[in-house]
């Protein structure tokens, strides 16, 4: 297998996090950020508290550093696992890695974000027929 010879792949190794699922996961967003997001500076760390592969990458040059925590999608994580890694202080993504290699990410938080608005020809056409319906 390829990926077992990797250089990156080996690398993470040496980490010994003890979690080969996790291991593979943060193999695979690896690959999806450098080669087809083309983030750049983008390094693997151990979390010793957690026994698990960060990634630490800039989206594009200037850009802040953004930490990256691969997670099979059967693993589970608890609040303070979660809290270890947001009191990093670098913005957070979480990236859930399906057993097909499908990648999800998410923004991570401390708190709640108001989301952005929905956007479309949907709205527009609810507010005439809101309007419409005023009028009459």
């Given at each position: ?24 996961a ?7 950020l ?7 500076v ?27 925590l691969?997670?099979?999608v ?9 809290r ?15 057993s097909?290699?499908?990648?999800v990410?998410q923004?991570m938080?401390?708190g ?8 479309g020809p ?6 005439r ?8």
């Amino acid at each position: 297998n390829w990926i077992l010879q990797h250089p990156v792949y080996q690398q993470m190794k040496e980490l010994e996090v003890g979690d080969s699922a996790q291991l593979h996961a943060a193999f695979l967003v690896f690959m999806d950020l450098t080669e087809v997001r083309r983030w750049t500076v983008v390094s693997c760390i151990k979390s010793p508290e957690l026994q698990l592969v960060l990634l630490e990458a800039k989206e594009k040059d200037g850009a802040p550093v953004q930490t990256v925590l691969p997670l099979p999608v059967h693993r589970f994580l608890s609040h303070s696992s979660m809290r270890h890694v947001l009191d990093r202080g670098f913005p957070m993504l979480l990236c859930a890695v399906a057993s097909d290699s499908t990648l999800v990410y998410q923004r991570m938080t401390d708190g709640l974000v108001t989301p952005e608005p929905p956007v479309g020809p949907f709205q527009d056409v609810d507010r005439r027929q809101h309007r419409k319906r005023r009028k009459q």
